[in-house]
């Protein structure tokens, strides 16, 4: 069955999504490969303290466009960047108490599951959607963060009139509204 033009955009916004998600996944076992080869006996510690700055703040870019390509379809751990900022070096890491670097090791097996769970997901979606099946992929304009013509500005406009409305009936109807109205009678000058 030759899908629509309309569902092939959808197979390819999804594939975006799955190539983005594996990224992830492959710079996120790069980040516990460099972790763990660190307390090994003649490694350049160095050169792997080098490599783990770059794989951090790499993870750290591609996280912010993961989750905002992947809208409602992200579901990683929320501590999946915490372990990121915590881990300042591999030194610090490992200096740390052996209960502590193994809690962070645990921390990051955890962040894997959820990266592979949403993977999971995204390519279920993925192979649902090249199948004919109408899937719901969520954007940006879809889910409210579109341009929209009117909306947010006519509310605004509409809450500060009332707002207007009800400090003016608060002057003009309290004890308090009159001073307010003769001090500001008596600037104007009447």
Same mark, same amino acid.
Do not use: H
């Given at each position: 069955m030759a899908l629509s033009k309309k569902q092939q955009a959808v197979?390819?916004?999804?594939?975006?999504?799955?190539?983005?998600?594996?990224?992830?996944?492959?710079?996120?076992?790069?980040?516990?490969?460099?972790?763990?080869?660190?307390?090994?006996?003649?490694?350049?510690?160095?050169?792997?303290?080098?490599?783990?700055?770059?794989?951090?703040?790499k993870l750290a870019r591609s996280h912010k466009v993961l989750k905002d390509t992947l809208l409602d379809d992200y579901n990683l751990d929320g501590n999946t960047m915490n372990i990121v900022s915590g881990a300042t070096s591999l030194e610090q890491i490992y200096t740390q108490s052996e209960v502590a670097v193994k809690k962070l090791q645990s921390e990051w097996h955890r962040a894997f599951i959820s990266i592979n769970e949403t993977l999971g997901a995204l390519e279920d979606k993925k192979s649902r959607a090249e199948a004919g099946e109408k899937v719901f992929? =969520?954007?940006? &304009?879809?889910?409210?963060? /579109?341009?929209?013509?009117?909306?947010?500005?006519?509310?605004? #406009?509409?809450?500060?009139?009332?707002?207007?409305?009800?400090?003016? =009936?608060?002057? &003009?109807?309290?004890?308090? /509204?009159?001073?307010?109205?003769?001090?500001?009678?008596?600037? #104007?000058?009447?």
């Open positions: 197979v390819a916004q999804i594939e975006r999504r799955v190539e983005l998600c594996r990224e992830f996944m492959n710079d996120w076992l790069l980040f516990n490969q460099i972790m763990s080869a660190y307390p090994s006996p003649g490694v350049n510690k160095a050169q792997l303290e080098n490599q783990f700055l770059k794989i951090k703040s992929v =969520a954007t940006a &304009a879809n889910l409210g963060g /579109g341009v929209k013509s009117g909306g947010k500005n006519n509310t605004t #406009i509409i809450v500060i009139v009332i707002i207007i409305i009800v400090v003016g =009936a608060l002057m &003009a109807f309290t004890p308090l /509204g009159s001073v307010y109205m003769s001090s500001l009678q008596q600037l #104007i000058g009447r």
